[in-house]
């Protein structure tokens, strides 16, 4: 592990500029210029650089999607450690526009686990049509989620289509979707590394009903799911294989 300690670099000219633009009225932190600073890094050898990327990798190849969570629990910490990860994410303009909503709160679980199964319900038999449902054959599920009340944790991971300004003017949030689903990467890559199980659940249809119930603002729209925890003892996975690297990697020399 290397420290990266990133220190703020102020020049003389800097602050001149700061002392110019506090005399303007209502100058807010997002409007004031952002200044460059030393990229903090040290370099690994090409060894360590091998081994640290496939000793990633070996971790990263054992992730299951793990629909059969224990209700053992797990500290609010680790949790606060991988969303502190999802938030180091890359996002459009620097606008980090994700808002990760945890619960824990048993009820607030089974109402979530309700208006999820009523809507997957409708999902499966209409929405989703016959082809969708054989192609789900292998994977195993259904509209019944139990995982949404037994796991200790979901993490319901929220797009910010826009923000706000200090002014209360919109602010833009580009490419947010992609910045969510990036953010949602590195959650999952952090679950992974925390030795914790979760399944990337896309509630279809049940974005507002859970936007009211959580009393997210409006601005906020409901991306994905993650229940997080310990596998259940015995747990099963499909059988699924991963393309091998010349299916996924071309290379141009
Ligand atoms: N959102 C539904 C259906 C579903 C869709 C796909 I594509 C999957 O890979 C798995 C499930 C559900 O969570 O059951």
Redesign the pocket.
């Known amino acids: 592990h290397s420290n990266i300690v990133v220190k703020p670099v102020k020049s003389e000219s800097a602050n001149e500029q700061v002392d110019e633009v506090k005399d303007d009225d209502q100058q807010f932190p997002e409007d004031q210029e952002v200044l460059p600073i030393v990229f903090q890094y040290e370099k690994p050898s090409e060894v360590d650089s091998i081994r640290r990327s496939e000793e990633f990798y070996l971790r990263m190849n054992q992730r299951r999607s793990v629909r059969e969570i224990s209700s053992d629990p797990v500290a609010l910490e680790v949790i606060e450690n991988i969303i502190k990860t999802g938030g180091t994410s890359p996002s459009g303009a620097h606008t980090e526009p994700w808002t990760f909503v945890v619960v824990s709160n048993l009820e607030m679980k089974q109402q979530i686990r309700q208006i999820i199964e009523a809507e997957?319900e409708i999902?499966?038999k209409q929405r989703?049509g016959d082809v969708?449902v054989q192609d789900?054959q292998p994977?195993g599920?259904?509209?019944v989620?139990e995982y949404l009340t037994e796991a200790p944790w979901l993490i319901l991971i929220f797009k910010q289509v826009h923000g706000f300004k200090q002014n209360g003017q919109k602010k833009i949030h580009y490419y947010n979707e992609i910045s969510v689903s990036i953010a949602t990467g590195f959650l999952l890559a952090a679950i992974q590394e925390a030795g914790l199980v979760t399944v990337t659940?896309?509630?279809?249809n049940c974005g507002p009903s859970i936007r009211v119930l959580l009393n997210r603002p409006v601005n906020e729209k409901l991306l994905l799911l993650l229940p997080v925890g310990y596998p259940k003892v015995g747990a099963t996975v499909p059988d699924f294989k991963r393309k091998p690297l010349y299916d996924i990697m071309v290379h141009y020399q």
Do not use: C, F
Request: hydrophobic share 40%; proline share 7%.
């Open positions: 997957e999902n499966y989703m969708w789900l994977v599920t259904t509209w989620k659940t896309t509630p279809l």
